[in-house]
């Protein structure tokens, strides 16, 4: 069964730093583009960031040049350095992926459960 778990949330002050992560595992086949959505409370949920299988990023213009989107294609991972942290970004992120698990033969969209990020003036 595939999964997407993310980790590395927690608690940052304004102009912190934090660095997300998702594992994708499972009997995973093939992972495509990836991307990191947050959601605030009372707001929906927006992608901030994507990536795809060959690197190519694209950001919201609200996180371009503190946000940055990478991979790790061998290990499966997906990672969002952010920086410059600003009270609007606190927020539960969410990993989403396009997986084509095995024995399937086409791609299906995953979501992890999210991770909150809080961020403290």
């Known amino acids: 069964q595939v999964q997407l778990v993310e980790s590395g949330g927690g608690l940052v002050q304004t102009g912190g730093s934090l660095r997300l992560s998702c594992a994708a595992s499972g009997t995973s086949l093939g992972v495509d583009a990836m991307a990191w959505y947050r959601q605030a409370p009372g707001k929906v949920r927006e992608s901030v960031a994507t990536?795809?299988?060959?690197?190519?990023?694209r950001y919201i213009e609200s996180v371009e040049g503190r946000f940055t989107i990478s991979r790790d294609n061998a290990k499966n991972t997906l990672y969002l350095q952010i920086n410059s942290m600003k009270p609007e970004d606190a927020a539960v992120y969410y990993c989403?992926?396009?997986?084509?698990?095995?024995?399937?033969?086409?791609?299906?969209?995953?979501w992890g459960k999210g991770t909150q990020v809080t961020v403290s003036s």
């Open positions: 989403y992926a396009m997986i084509r698990p095995r024995n399937s033969p086409s791609y299906s969209p995953y």
């Open positions: 990536i795809t299988s060959h690197g190519i990023t």
